[in-house]
């Protein structure tokens, strides 16, 4: 009984952290805007960094939870920011209301990038290891091209959609407008997202991936994960689990890329690239897998990082690049390991040792 | 006749891409990990080989000899500074840092070399010889890539299966710890892997500028990309996959994009990889491993 107790009072611990995290900073940052003391080049970061910390939560789902190594989040994102935005643009007239707009093209921005992710899913599941990972990588490059060549007006009549045709091949009536072009994808988008929406969405984001992984679904996702014929052997359906963490990572990512397209004038589909999904992919790795304070906080210094080295902006990208090279090498250095255990007695030690099975 | 000139190009492409497939399916076989840093080797031995000729007037083969000896330099360097005391490490791990390997050469690269394009000069030449009385034009550079291919790609079966090295190296891949063993220098075997691999590398870099000649820094990112692809498609860790793979591979990419769309081409490329791997997951010539409980 004792033992019971224990553990469900680690467990909530475990979870006000990240939580707490997240109110603290958007506390902080909200503070230091009432004083006048933040710089416009921060501000215009907050929304960007609230996308990306979405984006290392969702992928921190796949890879720590689910424990598959996937290579083109950034493709969900895509497919999130470019139906989000025209969902917004379309709905200009008849939904007024900022807030209620963008809550609705988050919405659909969300359903599509799920449709995506089952589409995507259903094959992609069925391989392993780092052939799953190239078909993961292979599905964003799709996604990126055809973005690059989808063309959508709305006018009077509704939604007009032409894949490789051009803009004129739309036949919009002379009221209509076009909204995605092409490889020039996306301009004069409405720019609806706030700090505020993104913080509430990583509160949102937080709460669904902390309640799955406490629930008999997030059990499953992670006994699957830890030995897949151990899983199915005590009659885990793992196809299913593991398609329901992966749709579920999707689409929020879809939500995540809806909220970073609206911070901006113009996206295009390049913008989500492989290079992209590493970036992330580097968030989620250095913050550790399954660790999602360690996601928020890698996310968000990292974003920032670039930024606030921007005066040495030639050297900049060597810096974070050797600095990536050293941070793995010392993670997985023995000497270094034990440093660590010694330092935080044992406790952090298991704990890492824990993550590292995972 | 159009048929047949897309069809040498996509040869041509594709014989590039199993070159490098064949560096990433090396190294993959042995260390078994994805070395993301493989396709901005490519972009160095090129980048080496333009400076040699236009800088200091050296003949283009020596241009590529020096292309050579700088990338197998470089490949030793990098497998033993960071991913030699990774080798314990979890996967996840190692391709992060080969991705921050990736990172660092290609802004070491914008910093030394500048990001202007330089117009890499065809170390070929640009003759092309006329057939079936001038209907079929055929670069020197075309005929040349092919042979290089098959070249190497003899000498590598015969070198993996005839040599004491190449044995090593099948070993290696098989079972580390029981090749230890048996007395074989693992970490050595792993280092003349890189070498060769990297040294694969800047020959495809050379015959894919002397094709296509726009160098940028980022030169070497999508053929990497394509080629690890091509390696997964034929099979990754087989040397007759890679080379299947990255030929396939090529021949769809010219023949999407002059029939269907040019833009279209890379979704079309990759859409016919995950089809493959859904019907053969482990490559058209890969090995069935199967699992123990």
Not at chain 2, 183 to 202: C, E, H, P, Q
Request: hydrophobic share 55%; proline share 3%; charged share 10%.
């Amino acid at each position: 009984m004792t033992v019971k107790t224990k553990r469900l009072t680690r467990i909530k611990k475990k979870n006000l952290v990240p939580y707490a995290v997240v109110i603290a900073a958007y506390a902080a940052v909200e503070a230091l805007g009432a004083l006048g003391k933040t710089s416009s080049s921060l501000r215009g970061l907050l929304v960007p960094v609230c996308a990306y910390v979405v984006m290392a939560l969702s992928l921190n789902l796949t890879v720590g939870i689910l424990g598959e190594l996937s290579l083109g989040h950034a493709g969900f994102m895509s497919v999130g920011a470019f139906t989000g935005v025209v969902a917004a643009v379309a709905l200009e007239k008849a939904v007024p209301s900022a807030g209620i707009r963008l809550l609705l093209s988050m919405g659909v921005g969300t359903a599509c990038a799920a449709l995506a992710g089952l589409v995507v899913g259903i094959p992609v599941l069925r391989l392993n290891g780092d052939y799953l990972a190239i078909v993961t990588l292979a599905f964003g490059e799709i996604i990126k091209s055809i973005i690059n060549n989808l063309y959508v007006g709305v006018d009077g009549g509704g939604l007009h959609v032409n894949l490789l045709g051009g803009a004129d091949a739309l036949n919009l009536s002379a009221d209509g407008t076009t909204i995605i072009n092409g490889p020039m994808g996306i301009s004069d988008i409405p720019e609806l997202s706030t700090f505020t929406a993104g913080f509430i969405l990583i509160l949102v984001t937080l709460f669904i991936i902390l309640n799955l992984v406490d629930s008999r679904g997030g059990r499953a996702i992670m006994a699957q994960r830890d030995n897949r014929i151990a899983a199915e052997s005590v009659g885990i359906n793992v196809t299913k689990y593991k398609l329901m963490g992966f749709v579920l990572s999707a689409a929020i990512a879809g939500a995540a890329g809806t909220l970073f397209a609206m911070n901006f004038t113009t996206v295009v589909a390049n913008k989500f690239d492989f290079n992209t999904s590493i970036l992330i992919l580097v968030f989620v790795v250095l913050g550790g897998l399954g660790n999602m304070t360690g996601s928020i906080v890698a996310a968000a210094a990292l974003t920032v990082l670039p930024e606030v080295l921007r005066k040495f902006s030639t050297y900049r990208m060597l810096v974070y690049a050797v600095v990536l090279i050293l941070v793995m090498l010392a993670e997985n250095n023995p000497r270094f390991k034990l440093f660590f255990a010694r330092l935080f007695h044992g406790k952090a030690a298991e704990g890492k040792e824990a993550a590292e099975n995972g | 006749m159009s048929f047949l000139t897309y069809l040498i190009r996509g040869i041509s492409l594709g014989s590039v891409y199993a070159i490098i497939a064949l560096g990433y399916t090396m190294v993959y076989g042995i260390a078994k990990m994805l070395n993301f840093a493989h396709g901005d080797i490519i972009m160095v031995g090129a980048y080496v080989c333009f400076y040699a000729v236009s800088s200091f007037h050296l003949p283009p083969l020596v241009g590529v000899f020096a292309a050579i000896v700088a990338c197998t330099a470089l490949g030793i360097v990098i497998e033993r500074l960071a991913y030699r005391p990774l080798r314990q490490a979890p996967s996840l791990a190692v391709l992060i840092t080969a991705i921050g390997v990736s990172y660092f050469l290609q802004n070491a690269a914008q910093l030394l070399w500048s990001s202007n394009t330089k117009m890499f000069p065809s170390v070929t030449g640009n003759a092309s010889i006329k057939l079936f009385g001038g209907q079929l034009t055929v670069p020197v550079v075309t005929i040349v890539t092919v042979i290089s291919c098959m070249v190497i790609m003899v000498v590598l079966t015969w070198f993996t299966d005839k040599t004491k090295m190449g044995m090593a190296m099948r070993a290696c891949s098989e079972d580390k710890d029981a090749a230890r063993l048996m007395g074989i220098n693992v970490d050595r075997t792993i280092a003349v892997t890189f070498a060769i691999g990297s040294a694969l590398a800047a020959v495809a870099g050379v015959l894919l500028c002397s094709a296509y000649p726009t160098l940028v820094p980022t030169t070497g990112s999508m053929p990497g990309i394509k080629a690890f692809t091509a390696a997964v498609f034929g099979g990754i860790g087989s040397i007759p996959g890679a080379l299947l793979g990255g030929i396939l591979l090529g021949v769809i990419e010219i023949f999407s994009g002059a029939y269907v769309s040019t833009q279209l081409s890379n979704a079309i490329v990759f859409a016919v990889l995950i089809i493959v791997l859904l019907v053969k997951p482990d490559g058209l010539l890969g090995r069935r491993v199967t699992e123990k409980v």
